[in-house]
């Protein structure tokens, strides 16, 4: 039978990038491409006693259906960490990790051709969710400290039919910065006066492990505009799949009839493990002991990308999440380094792939300091070393 | 603000009877309207167990990121298991529930506006699932061996745009009946002579408690037209959302590209877990013994019917699933009844929940047995008797 497929994921195709990725778990290649959490960064004696007291005492309530919303306890108990997120007018629905949150968003709002601004790079995850909802992508330059707001502006005057604008303000997949509170609150107005949304991606806020926290746009959202995404994938496991969206009732409640429609709920034993370890007593020391481990392997990536991979490569060392955006200098072609590079068994990622059309130029890569170990990182960095000296010969 | 959501999820709105079914968690409401495994139907000792060891030798493979085809030991013993099913073109891939095969398979395949063909009644969760993507239903009236053939081929001949047919071969929800085995030949034929695939949903096949078992569409197709949907929610657990579907590979190919967008991928914790429960050496075991409590709750609740409800309420036994449907002689209004039923605190389904025109007249309701305990299926059977024979007078 000649299989014919719905247009909506015409645009999903294997490209040369995820080719070079296929590579990544080759054995003995060294990944610096996946965004996996450190494997000692997981409580895992903690998890196995909580989940022995719920097989004890309450077996069928993490075996039995449960409601699409999400638990009630894990519900509430996120409303009051999270209180300065809410909004008088704001509810709370669990989901099967943030990646649902950017699907069931664009279900919920999105027709085919609407618009998304999104960062330029920005999650290769989401961009993916929203094109297959036929959304039309506009990327706006991510400056040091988050998105060119002129650019912002001009995208949102161009684009009348723009739904929402997706940004990821916290050690931004892929490019690691923060956008500054001036930006958060810029584009909050921009948002507010041109009536679009904001979807805020924060998956690694809690990781921060140097600087100062600075506030989410949630947080200022008085006009019921703003749909935040969380998730416990880097702060606990993401092999669970347990996130979170925070958003206007109205679009909860449309939220959450799609996610019935998907996967009727998420894991409820998932979601009850989450609950009691988030309200056991360990959480608050667990975050610290995760970020004294990627605060270490990132110093340990970032000095010697400086002392080895020097003058070719420049990069912002990040103060949290798990990734480093390196940019190469004009003379060295980035797609033949990267595919020269997983020959040499390390595997990094194209920066093309975080684009809104990966057609277009791009010079930088991504790096991953999470899921290599030491030993890899420092065998890793001195693969890509040899080989840029060579290239820049 | 005034949100505006996307056309697709319009047609999702509350109706009158999502309002009878939110009296259905009321307590002291006796619950004939679920569909949940009883409480006594799962392994939780085993499962206490195998949760165990898992911890104890490998939480880090229970908590990590997995691949989206999902883990590749339950993949092979699933193909293992039911090879009968697979053609040389097919693939498999686990889902977050049978749910999320719905969803995959028509991401994949239609365009807004295209057709599927679906048994009337059929089960709301799929039907909302297919209009989420703005698919046109067809209803094909369902007898009492399936689909009545010669609607089937007229609405094929009137739907040029037909993408698939849609049908729950074994213990139908609501129906409750099997489609005989020529039945299901002639819907393949049909599919194949017109151009169109196949949807078999089969989430209660392994309840069988009764008669014989009927061979899967999906074991005769050599034309690889039919994409099989299967669970564990049922024999399992439903709390854990695995099920998986098995299909030819380009259409395994697309569907795993729109669940790495939807939820990267299904609870790996929760896919190790029925892993080990299915390749223990205790699962033919535990199908017996689930066998054996729906024989006897289905039992029950059928010869109280006949005893009490009789000769205004008629009904088929069911021989395996979950449900019973129900139907009211011509001069008692369904919904009426269903409505009196929940006021005095016994909800049932009304049965135009399941037809893909909700508005279409409908006399019959649904009733479950496996959530309600004996002693509920005695008090509920006796109240609703007490109803019809008043409002018979």
Redesign the interface.
């Known amino acids: 039978?000649d299989?014919?497929?719905?247009?909506?994921?015409s645009s999903?195709q294997p490209s040369v990038i995820r080719e070079i990725l296929k590579f990544s778990s080759v054995p003995g290649m060294i990944s610096f491409a996946?965004?996996?959490?450190a494997?000692e960064a997981?409580p895992?004696e903690q998890?196995?006693k909580i989940?022995?007291e719920i097989?004890?005492e309450r077996?069928?309530d993490?075996?039995?259906?449960?409601v699409t919303e999400g638990y009630t306890p894990l519900r509430n108990a996120l409303k009051s960490r999270y209180s300065y997120l809410l909004g008088g007018g704001d509810e709370l629905i669990i989901t099967?990790?943030a990646?649902?949150v950017?699907?069931l968003a664009t279900?919920?709002?999105?027709?085919?051709g609407d618009v998304i601004i999104c960062e330029k790079p920005s999650f290769i995850?989401s961009l993916?969710?929203f094109r297959?909802?036929n959304a039309k992508l506009v990327g706006v330059e991510l400056e040091r400290d988050g998105m060119n707001i002129e650019m912002l502006e001009a995208a949102l005057k161009e684009n009348p039919n723009a739904k929402f604008i997706y940004v990821i303000p916290n050690f931004q997949n892929p490019a690691g910065i923060c956008t500054s509170l001036e930006k958060r609150k810029a584009i909050y107005q921009l948002a507010k006066q041109y009536?679009v949304?904001i979807l805020e991606d924060n998956p690694y806020g809690d990781t921060r492990f140097e600087g100062e926290e600075i506030p989410s746009i949630k947080s200022f959202d008085e006009?019921?505009?703003v749909i935040y995404a969380g998730s416990f994938?880097k702060v606990i496991?993401?092999?669970?799949?347990v996130g979170y969206a925070i958003a206007?009732a109205?679009?909860i409640a449309?939220m959450t009839?799609?996610k019935?429609?998907?996967?009727?709920?998420?894991?409820?034993?998932?979601q009850l493990l989450v609950h009691e370890f988030l309200t056991g007593g360990q959480f608050e020391q667990h975050l610290l002991s995760i970020k004294e481990i990627y605060r270490k392997k990132c110093g340990l990536m970032c000095s010697l990308f400086e002392e080895k991979l020097s003058p070719y490569v420049t990069f912002e060392k990040p103060q949290g999440g798990l990734f480093i955006w390196c940019t190469l200098p004009d003379g060295i072609d980035m797609m033949s380094f990267c595919k020269a590079a997983v020959e040499r068994n390390v595997a990094v990622v194209p920066g093309s792939a975080f684009l809104t059309d990966e057609s277009q130029p791009c010079n930088s890569f991504r790096t991953n300091f999470s899921t290599p170990t030491d030993e890899q990182i420092v065998n890793g960095v001195d693969i890509l070393s040899k080989l840029l000296s060579e290239i820049a010969k």
Chains 1, 2 share one sequence.
Do not use: W
Request: a positive charge; aromatic letters at 10%.
């Open positions: 039978m299989y014919s497929f719905a247009d909506r994921i999903l996946a965004g996996n959490p494997p997981f895992t998890l196995a989940s022995a097989y004890k077996p069928i993490a075996l039995q259906y449960s099967s990790g990646q649902q950017m699907h279900k919920s709002l999105c027709n085919e995850g993916n969710a297959s909802f009536g949304m006009d019921g505009i994938s496991s993401p092999g669970l799949r206007p109205p679009v449309k009839v799609c019935q429609i998907s996967d009727v709920h998420t894991s409820i034993y998932s």
